[in-house]
DNA sequence: AAAATATAGTTTGTATACAAAGAAGATATC
DNA sequence: GATATCTTCTTTGTATACAAACTATATTTT
């Protein structure tokens, strides 16, 4: 019975993870303690510890009097992010690049060979999942609690902005994903190597990519210029 | 009734808190939910939620079926401390310096010269606990959330750190103080200047004095020089 | 008709009781 | 005397019941 239950309570642990990762629920929905409780066969008591322990870790945000809420996004996020992601990640991959033992270069490249199929076949859940688990593992890498700290907290943000904005409706958007594609690979040769440096570097180029990203969604090509050529452009 | 409890849970928080920092409460020790509950009034479901949330500040460690301990240090936390602290304390001073309010730079007065009079009168505690408060001002003026994740976790440790290693027995000790102090100083007259270059630079040096710190702490001079030597070099 | 108050309904928060797991000590067996 | 097993005690984890707070709707009053 205690078996059950602990079960039941990681399954919710890992359902309300997934959810915000891939926008389920989305920033500054509510949850909803006795839907929750029931849905997972759990009383609320365990129910609301998950959700505290879901909240340290930056996925929901608990308000005194009135339950927890998905973590919002504002732009003020956006800007914190990209001031943070790329000091952050950099450090990261320096340090995965000295530290990485070879069980975990063999699940990185594992966590890769599953992006790449999401690519191909999989939903935009399903590839933002399996980008997630990637970066997650170059964190584990590193194995410095501090800095992963606040990666962990980066991944959770880098996962919804990805799911906003990633979204290969034209040629140039397919084309920044196959390139994030072949950063995972180069990557995964610098922590091999233990080049720090090189690893450091993709590191600022991946964010640079994402930040292009975001600019194309965000500031498109302005309708005012002729139509024709706008859409040359989008398409190049 | 809920007002009551809700102060004494905040109450219990607090001293939690405050007794991890000051080590009051040690690495490693175990938090009895029964003695903390009475002690505070509360029922041990809400104590738990307590420790839930501390547990995601990383104040405390929770073991499945096993309760909460405090969160253990080692040495290799000493080593991924320093290999972070500069880093993140650099970025937090730099983003403090361009984006401080007038009423924080207030606060943060108010924070050193509270600390300046804990070095005079106050117990080691006190002198922590207002280093603490200084340095968690800082946090709050950079308002970035995810390199405040980081910082935040390196305050407690930080806190910690000073407590075993900051013990001015010796007169270099009592130097090394005083030198903190004087970067403190400095520190405010750089966020207040928005000289965010010049604030990134006393967080390196802020570090460097506690590595020194520690060397002087871990690595005394060694007993196999001449005594009076030896003892002349501690006391210069 | 609009505003204010009252009332029902929903949701959050806490206490208590119980069940299960773990720890420690005692007895028994080899 | 040492090891192993059984029993008791302590501690952790969960469910349920209840109390307080908040929300929304309806009724009343101006």
Redesign the interface.
């Known amino acids: 019975m205690r078996d059950r239950t602990?079960h039941y309570k990681q399954a919710l642990y890992d359902h309300l993870k997934v959810s915000v990762l891939t926008l389920a629920l989305r920033p500054g929905d509510d949850i909803d303690e006795a839907v929750f409780a029931e849905t997972f066969g759990l009383s609320r008591?365990p129910l609301?510890?998950v959700l505290?322990?879901l909240?340290?870790?930056?996925y929901l945000e608990l308000r005194?009097g009135r339950g927890a809420r998905v973590t919002e996004m504002s732009y003020t996020?956006l800007r914190?992010?990209f001031?943070?992601?790329p000091?952050?990640y950099g450090?990261i991959l320096r340090?995965a690049a000295q530290n990485a033992t070879a069980e975990q270069i063999k699940s990185l490249k594992a966590a890769q060979s599953k992006f790449k199929k999401s690519l191909r076949s999989g939903s935009a859940a399903d590839r933002t999942l399996a980008n997630n688990q990637f970066h997650e593992i170059t964190g584990e890498m590193a194995?410095?609690?501090?800095?992963l700290?606040?990666f962990?907290?980066?991944l959770i943000?880098h996962a919804r902005i990805g799911m906003t904005f990633y979204r290969p409706q034209n040629s140039q958007m397919a084309d920044n994903l196959s390139a994030a594609s072949s950063h995972h690979d180069d990557i995964i040769s610098a922590i091999e190597a233990q080049n720090d440096d090189a690893a450091a570097q993709l590191a600022e180029a991946h964010w640079n990519l994402s930040r292009n990203q975001i600019e194309l969604f965000v500031m498109p090509s302005a309708l005012d210029i002729a139509l024709g050529t706008a859409l040359q452009q989008t398409s190049a």
């Open positions: 602990k008591t609301r510890e505290r322990e909240a340290g870790e930056g005194a996020t914190d992010f001031l943070a992601a000091m952050i450090a340090l194995g410095n609690i501090f800095l700290a606040a962990n907290r980066l943000d």
